[in-house]
């Protein structure tokens, strides 16, 4: 009972809504809808009621119950398999942002104080064939009479559920065992061998010759939508530098391929495309930055996240994520993302080939967003500085959310200005590509940070900022042509681009690259 209704609230409270609210016409339907899970878990629980084996799967099931809860009704997402890939793959700092009192308060009512109540129940177990019997009955029992229930209500509950997909996902503790039987399966299925992808890569002839070395930066942001891009017409200015950045050319309807770190940053540097991704295809072969080093650009990944979730497994690697001590760019137990620039004008300088270069932001990960950016750019306000929520107004949050938005501007333009002067004194060809992983939630019809299903994830989730500079050099050495893409630069383009488009625009030539995918060649002069 305790796992069916207070470890259940959001689950409850959107049935309710879905069935057309608290009314007395609607009562029998949501006291059927308690009754069948009540039954169902009732059903489960009963097999495993063996002493020795019954308290610990009880207080297990209460603290994933009283977990999962208090995130959904705090954050308003949902446990499924990539929510659950996120939990393991974060980092210490991110899981820690999430702490809090209120969290521990919750868990201890809803999770602590019913498992201690368990480990002192003095329960009594039916012992020999008569237990074995006596628990199938119950069991067998208890399943009918739910699919009983199911069957009459089926006509009344399917349309709810049918159009609330979501509460399969709210429903605990069955759906944080799902997302754990799902991440696990996933991760034990990953092959040990990984698939050559893109090794007749070789970069254009007529262009290979040119003496000049060249230089790209990819920019993988975080957690940074683009409905809070004053590029994209946002009410408050939060990008001032890029609007006056020269031949900047925003992409202004690009979808994610997913709505966490852990599925589009995979996501986007492989082959497969949205459709067809999936963490084990990804994992089992190579991607983008493989097929790059192949055509013989020196490849790095520079990361201020909590990694690049296998993508980088055999390239270079730095991570300038940990603090170090009097460095005027990290504070609090983090860095800012300045930090990613760091002896970037000495590396290229020092180059002796071409290089691709990929910068990994912290950007506007929450809920802390208060902590993303130095004191300077607290320019909105006033800003929520807890990672509890529900001590905030949701003016406070955005412009906390806001001020990180307006930092990435600062970073970068400051990207773009080191590789200006790179062109300028070192004598190379310059490019920056930048796109956020996915979006965020910030209130909106209650959900706050990111992470839902992609089926009904909302549009602040899978909307992102993606841009594009290059230097004059650059654009006439692979033969670009800006004002074509400045021309498309509000046609609908995603994730699934990145990969063909990057190999497009530094002439890379491989039998996996999709030209229907790169959205530079009917925007270059050799272009049929």
């Given amino acids: 009972m305790l796992l069916a209704s207070a470890g259940n609230v959001p689950f409850w409270s959107t049935l309710v809504r879905s069935v057309g ?8 339907l949501l006291l059927g809808a308690f009754s069948i899970i009540a039954l169902f878990f009732n059903a489960c629980l009963t097999l495993a009621s063996f002493r020795f084996i019954a308290k610990p799967v009880l207080i297990v099931l209460v603290f994933c119950a009283a977990g999962a809860s208090y995130f959904i009704a705090n954050y308003g997402v949902v446990i499924d398999k990539a929510m659950m890939q996120n939990v393991f793959e974060t980092d210490t700092r991110e899981a820690c942002e999430l702490l809090s009192w209120h969290m521990a308060f919750s868990v201890g009512l809803l999770g602590l104080l019913p498992a201690w109540l ?23 029992g208890s399943l009918a009479l739910a699919v009983l ?73 975080e957690t940074a939508r683009a409905k809070n891009f004053s590029l994209n017409g946002y009410r408050r200015e939060t990008n001032p530098l890029l609007a006056r950045q020269p031949g900047l050319i925003n992409f202004s309807r690009v979808a994610s391929c997913g709505t966490a770190t852990a599925v589009s940053v995979p996501c986007v540097f492989s082959a497969l495309g949205r459709e067809h991704y999936s963490d084990t295809r990804a994992a089992s072969q190579e991607g983008l930055l493989d097929v790059l080093a192949h055509a013989g650009f020196q490849v790095l990944w520079r990361d201020n996240n909590s990694g690049c979730k296998g993508v980088c497994d055999r390239v270079a690697f730095e991570d300038l994520s940990q603090p170090a001590p009097g460095d005027p760019l990290c504070e609090g137990g983090e860095c800012h993302d300045e930090r990613l620039l760091a002896g970037l004008p000495e590396l290229i300088r020092n180059g002796t080939g071409d290089l691709v270069v990929v910068l990994h ?25 807890t990672n509890e ?28 200005d080191l590789l200006r002067a790179s062109a300028a004194m070192e004598g190379v060809d310059t490019a920056m590509l930048y796109f956020s992983d996915h979006g965020e939630s910030l209130g909106e019809n209650n959900m ?19 841009m594009l500079w290059m230097s004059d050099g650059f654009s006439g050495r ?6 074509c893409l400045m021309a498309r630069r509000d046609q609908p383009v995603s994730h699934d681009n990145v990969f063909h488009s990057v190999l ?14 790169d959205l530079f060649r009917a925007c270059t002069r050799t272009a049929s």
């Fill in 361 to 385: 932001q912290k950007g506007s990960h929450g809920p802390a967003y208060a902590r993303r950016y130095p004191s300077g750019f607290g320019r909105f306000g006033p800003v929520c500085t």
């Fill in 118 to 140: 368990i480990a002192r129940a003095d329960i009594g177990f039916p012992q020999g064939l008569r237990g074995l019997l006596v628990r199938a009955g119950i069991a067998g």
């Fill in 478 to 483: 692979f033969g670009i042509d800006r004002t």
């Fill in 149 to 221: 229930l199911l069957v009459l209500l089926f006509k009344s509950l399917a349309p709810a559920v049918r159009e609330h997909r979501e509460l399969r996902f709210l429903l605990t503790p069955t759906n944080t065992i799902q997302a754990l039987h799902g991440y696990l399966r996933s991760k034990w299925r990953t092959p040990l061998v990984v698939a050559p992808l893109g090794r007749d890569a070789m970069r254009g002839r007529a262009r290979a010759g040119n003496g000049r070395r060249t230089v790209t930066i990819l920019v993988v942001g």
């Fill in 389 to 416: 929520f529900e001590q905030c107004s949701r003016a406070s949050i955005e412009a906390a959310y806001d001020n990180t938005i307006l930092y990435t501007d600062y970073f970068l333009s400051k990207t773009i």
């Fill in 21 to 28: 609210g608290l009314r007395p016409a609607n009562l029998p």
């Fill in 504 to 517: 497009g625009m530094l002439d890379v030539n491989t039998a996996v690259l999709n030209p229907k995918l």
């Fill in 448 to 466: 706050y940070l990111h992470g839902a299903p992609y089926m009904f994830a909302p549009s602040e989730q899978t909307h992102v900022p993606m």
